[in-house]
Nanobody
Framework: QVQLAESGGGLVQAGGSLRLSCADSRHTFRFYHVAWFRQAPGKEREFVAAISGPGGRPLYAESVKGRFTISRDDAKNTVYLQMNSLNPEDTAVYYC??????????????????WGQGTQVTVSS
């Protein structure tokens, strides 16, 4: 059973940066695709970024391309989301999600079987 633990959220001013982490205690985490989604108040959950496992191929939503970078450190069983040039529209609860890498990397939330509890990111103007 994959158990995802997110960390790194917080309050930051517009233009600032945060790095989110998503960790699993099992060494087989490297065989999972991992994605980040976010949900702002009153809005639907939306895809942010994903990374394949193994291989580490990234995929980004258009709204974060060039600002966010997803990466993974398989030695630490951790996936990171580096978020730069944050703006108030990035304010949301961010969730990491994982699925066994049996198929292609996807942006669809329903394909991910395991979810973290979420971490709040708030960007002030």
């Amino acid at each position: 059973q994959v158990q995802l633990a997110e960390s790194g959220g917080g309050l930051v001013q517009a233009g600032g940066s945060l790095r989110l982490s998503c960790a699993d205690s099992r060494h087989t985490f490297r065989f999972y695709h991992v994605a980040w989604f976010r949900q702002a108040p009153g809005k639907e959950r939306e895809f942010v970024a994903a990374i394949s496992g193994p291989g580490g191929r990234p995929l980004y939503a258009e709204s974060v391309k060039g600002r966010f970078t997803i990466s993974r450190d398989d030695a630490k069983n951790t996936v990171y989301l580096q978020m730069n040039s944050l703006n108030p529209e990035d304010t949301a609860v961010y969730y990491c999600a994982a699925e066994m890498s049996l198929s292609s990397l996807t942006t669809t939330a329903e394909t991910y079987d395991y979810w973290g509890q979420g971490t709040q990111v708030t960007v002030s103007s």
